[in-house]
């Protein structure tokens, strides 16, 4: 992150982004993704809709879900339903 730029907006694709791993994981019964995408998502929407922009704690909050969700699927071979500890 640039210490410059103390706010980000939260985009179109990010939202899409968090929405389909959100959906798709739920449809194929990884609940595990999809309990840390859909609140991630809600928390990005409803600021976003308030007109705020993200800031560093926000970036670093949907980087961590992301290799939380990125951990998990690397798991799905070994155990599908395995929770993320």
């Known amino acids: ?8 907006p939260i985009t179109d ?5 968090l ?4 959906g798709s994981a739920r449809m194929a019964g990884i609940f595990a993704v999809s309990d840390i995408a859909g609140p991630t998502e809600k928390l990005c929407k409803e600021m976003r ?3 705020e922009l993200a800031d560093n704690e926000l970036v670093d909050l949907v980087r961590e879900a992301m290799a939380l969700i990125s951990y998990r699927i ?3 071979l070994p155990d599908p339903y395995a929770p993320i500890p």
């Open 49 to 51: 809709n308030n007109g």
């Open 1 to 8: 992150l640039d210490p410059d730029l103390a706010h980000y």
């Open 19 to 22: 929405h389909t791993l959100k």
């Open 74 to 76: 690397t798991q799905l």
């Open 13 to 17: 694709d990010l939202l899409r982004a």
